[in-house]
């Protein structure tokens, strides 16, 4: 799937020439090969050139004088094949639009590569480059286009396409109105904080007359106002807005699980309950202003928290993505398009040439090649024929199939994978933040003291004991402690999203700190995912003859053909494709590129010189291809999928963290170790030809080990082992199932992000302690005033904001993603 | 002094109204996104160029 979308990859590596020239879209330094003199600009790819046109059409070339041209930022623009007819079947239409006035439908898009205020304009000036589109606004803060259209003028696939050619590859967020419940539980929660906020500045104000009062005199009858005054505020901002807390501390008690909201729940109530009696008493502390600032504070934090959580997707939601919903049904002579869930066991479908199957079946008519890497990962096509099975989610490649139908839907290999993602992350056991594991510690030590004081007091002087005893609650309510790691947590991720790092949620920065194993697919994550001529024996003269004979067709073997041969003269005039090969007359002449069993099989013999370097080839992981021309074999070409220029470096300095390696593929195992080898770095385990179940079962396997396992992939095949994995995390490029199952995901291409991923983490890890560390120590000297009995509600007012002071500074300061990724 | 007893009432009726106000703007979705109008803000359409009159009504009409 990744092999298209390096279309746009420029061809930066190669040598550029003096003077250097720009890419009039990109910015990159354009490759000599494709230097035009007498053009105004210049490009670097099709990709980019296609862009610039589009832009200049629209009238849209402002876009150029907006954004800051560098080439790290800007990138080559990316286009993938997809041609997102997923988005008109009338199933996806009913999840994932909301009807709005006058006939017009509202969708949303996840899109990526934002990064400036000018990708912003451009994206909102969609209606100027697709009149279908009424209205584009762009949501910065969740990446997220929400796109007015008219369903009369254009489906929605072509609203799709138009950003995918403007380089922002658009993926459907499911349903709108799913987001819009999201929406209303971060405006409640803003409410809160506004509330305890306002209880907040308005009690201060009067605890400040209540101190001064107390050391210059003030009457009893002020006093009195003062007290039930703030008690009237205090008493929304405690139980309505903090009611969070108290709810988060019963299920915490409920479940036996150390967290946040028990010491808070516990202050907060305390010191209620003593200032209220107090109030009513008219003697004694009252702690209302430390109360509300407390509730301020702490909802502060947890509205950080809130606004980077994300929700992870339904699995009928992926399975609409990934396999078509309707097929087409043979019913004797005739054909029928029909849907594809209603389809009977044993009934018979058709698969055409290109197309993506619907249906798991057996073949009953024809064979063919099938692209099972959506599946399986297997880069090379499979070749099957009557017999075979076919799965939902598979390709067929070179000839049409006729298939007996024996699953559909939720029940195809696919359905299954997907369901057992769903599953895997519903089941998760869910991460223990540090904080909250310092929390559960710290209510005991709290409650021991709490006790202790009250006895020891009681002893000493009963009339204060009381009142010691909820100043010190007071005191130690965790306010700093709760902040450290909202705070922090936030900052990083901020940074980390513009190094092109998104983190669904916190707690996986806490997790990625850690060392542990990570379990690298290959295709597509190690490798480029696509094959690449990296050996050519023979005249370069038939070069022209194959590039005719492989056409415009779409298997690997000829895509990887087109790319390294330019477009050229030879003609063909008469093609024909098999599973193995193709055959095809060029020029005059009978030309056959394929298999060594295909052309075997052609030709009735092979010459040895020919027999012994497929034989090598296959041997170093590579895919050896004959052609022969006039029945004679002339040359041998080898293909390969290339490793990343980065994933040697990257994987040396995500060791020098700690960190274990282990490769699992659902390639051939010969390719693995090839792939291992050229690595160069110390891999535990090398698994080949590993299904998706296989996969899922050996991440299920080092867990249950003990080990802490990451995944790294980006396939529908590497899903449900990200789901099951401690983080999954998917590579830049990834197919949309593999976005949803992972817990991070890069917006860069190439493995360095990774390896950033893990050292901010660690970086931000340490942030985190240190403000848990300064929170504590506060809390030490608040505990020794408040036992000593020397507290009073001043200091306890005066301490709290000064040790959240110095945790936030610490927080917004630290460099974790920002500052590169060296260890 | 003693007209503390009435100002205090008063200044708790207004933080009350500032309070409906935040609630109000909370409510109608003003805060949901915080960092895109910042940045459109510089988007000024002086170098428009005439645009399809098909098109202009929906441009303009745009909500929000």
Redesign the interface.
């Known amino acids: 799937m990744s092999a298209a979308l390096d279309i746009g990859t420029p061809a930066a590596a190669r040598v550029p020439p003096q003077p250097e020239p720009q890419c009039a879209h990109c910015a990159l330094p354009v490759p000599a090969a494709r230097f035009e003199p007498r053009s105004e600009q210049q490009f670097c790819c099709d990709g980019c050139r296609s862009v610039f046109a589009i832009l200049h059409e629209a009238g849209l070339d402002e876009y150029y004088a907006r954004r800051d041209a560098t080439p790290s930022r800007a990138g080559a623009r990316q286009q993938s094949p997809r041609k997102f007819e997923e988005l008109d079947e009338p199933a996806f239409r009913n999840d994932y639009c909301q009807a709005g006035a006058g006939g017009v439908l509202c969708s949303e898009f996840f899109v990526e590569g934002v990064h400036c205020s000018a990708c912003v304009w451009l994206l909102e000036r969609l209606p100027r480059v697709t009149p279908a589109v009424l209205e584009a606004r762009y949501d910065l803060t969740r990446s997220v286009l929400r796109i007015a259209w008219d369903p009369s003028a254009a489906p929605l696939s072509e609203v799709a396409r138009a950003l995918d050619s403007l380089g922002y590859t658009p993926h459907p967020t499911h349903k709108a109105s799913l987001a819009v419940e999201q929406r209303k539980g971060d405006r409640a929660l803003l409410l809160r904080l506004g509330i305890a906020g306002a209880a907040a500045g308005n009690v201060m104000l009067m605890a400040l007359a209540l101190y001064s009062g107390k050391y210059a005199g003030m009457g009893e009858e002020y006093a009195a106002l003062f007290r039930f005054g703030s008690l009237l505020i205090a008493t929304p901002a405690v139980f309505w807005a903090g009611n969070v807390f108290f709810r988060g501390g019963l299920a915490a008690l409920r479940t036996r699980t150390p967290h946040m909201d028990l010491p808070v729940s516990l202050g907060l109530l305390a010191g209620y309950l003593g200032s209220a009696v107090n109030t009513v008493r008219g003697q004694g502390e009252v702690y209302f202003d430390s109360l509300c600032t407390l509730t301020f504070l702490l909802l502060v934090g947890r509205y950080l928290q809130r606004t980077h959580q994300r929700r992870s997707a339904k699995a009928s939601d992926l399975l609409n993505a990934l396999a078509p919903t309707t097929a087409c049904l043979v019913e004797g002579e005739a054909l029928r398009e029909v849907s594809a869930n209603a389809l009977a066991k044993g009934s018979i479908v058709e698969i055409r040439v290109g197309e993506r199957i619907a249906v798991d079946g057996v073949i009953s008519e024809g064979s063919s090649a099938l692209d099972t890497s959506l599946l399986t990962g297997e880069s090379f096509p499979e070749a099957v024929t009557v017999g075979d099975r076919v799965y939902a989610g598979t390709t067929n490649l070179s000839a049409s199939l006729r298939a007996r139908v024996e699953s559909v839907g939720a029940e195809t290999r696919l359905g299954r994978l997907m369901h057992s993602v769903e599953a895997t992350q519903r089941e998760r056991a869910p991460i223990v933040r540090l904080a909250d594991r310092v929390a559960g510690y710290f209510v005991l030590v709290i409650v021991a003291i709490a006790v202790l004081t009250l006895l020891v007091w009681s002893m000493l002087d009963p009339s204060h004991a009381l009142d010691h005893t909820v100043a010190l609650l007071v005191v130690t309510c965790p306010c700093a402690l709760g902040m450290a790691t909202p705070l922090a947590v936030s900052a990083a991720l901020r940074a980390a999203a513009k190094s092109g790092i998104l983190f669904k949620a916190g707690e996986f920065v806490e997790e990625l700190a850690r060392p542990g194993i990570i379990v690298f697919d290959k295709t597509g994550t190690l490798s480029e995912g696509r094959l690449e001529l990296v050996s050519w024996r023979g005249d370069e003269a038939i070069k022209s003859l194959v590039r005719a004979a492989e056409g415009t067709s779409g298997h690997p073997i000829a895509r990887a053909f087109q790319r390294s041969i330019g477009e050229n003269g030879s003609s063909c005039e008469e093609r024909r494709e098999y599973p193995r090969g193709v055959r095809a007359r060029v020029d005059d002449r009978d030309v056959l590129v394929g298999s060594q069993a295909f052309v075997r099989a052609a030709l009735g013999s092979l010459p040895i010189w020919a027999v012994t370097q497929a034989q090598a080839h296959a041997a170093a992981g590579r895919t050896p291809v004959l052609v022969a021309v006039d029945g004679e074999v002339c040359a041998m070409a080898a293909f390969a999928d290339t490793i990343r220029a980065d994933a040697a470096a990257s994987l040396t300095k995500l060791a020098a963290l700690g960190f274990q390696f282990e490769v699992l593929s659902g390639d051939d195992q010969r390719v693995v170790d090839s792939i291992v080898r050229e690595l160069g770095v110390p891999v535990l385990n090398a698994t080949g030809g590993a299904s998706p179940e296989a996969k899922l079962a050996a991440i299920t396997r080092l867990r249950a080990e003990g080990q802490r396992v990451f995944m790294v992939g980006d396939g529908v095949n590497d899903a449900a082992a990200m789901a099951a994995a401690n983080v999954g995390i998917a590579v830049h490029g990834g197919a949309e199932a593999c976005l949803s199952a992972a817990d991070v995901f890069t917006t860069r291409p190439g493995l360095d992000t990774v390896a950033l991923a893990a050292i901010g983490s660690r970086r931000t890890m340490r942030v985190i302690r240190i403000g848990i560390g300064v929170s504590l120590a506060y809390n030490l000297l608040g505990v020794a005033l408040a036992v000593s009995g020397r507290l009073d509600p001043l200091w306890a007012a005066v301490l709290m904001p000064i040790s959240s002071i110095s945790v936030v500074t610490a927080a917004l300061r630290a460099r974790t993603f920002s500052g590169g990724a060296k260890p | 002094?003693s007209i503390?007893?009435l100002i205090?009432p008063i200044?708790?009726l207004l933080?009350l109204g500032?309070?409906a106000a935040?609630?109000w703007a909370?409510?109608s979705?003003q805060?949901?996104?915080?960092?895109?109008p910042a940045?459109?803000l510089?988007?000024d359409e002086h170098?428009?160029?005439p645009?399809?009159p098909a098109?202009a009504p929906?441009?303009d009409s745009?909500p929000?």
């Not at chain 2, 805060?31 to 895109?36: G, I, R, S």
């Open positions: 002094m503390i007893f205090l200044t708790l933080s500032a309070v935040f609630a909370t409510r979705g805060f949901d996104d915080l960092e895109t940045v459109r510089l988007h170098a428009r160029p645009v399809d098109q929906n441009e745009r929000l």
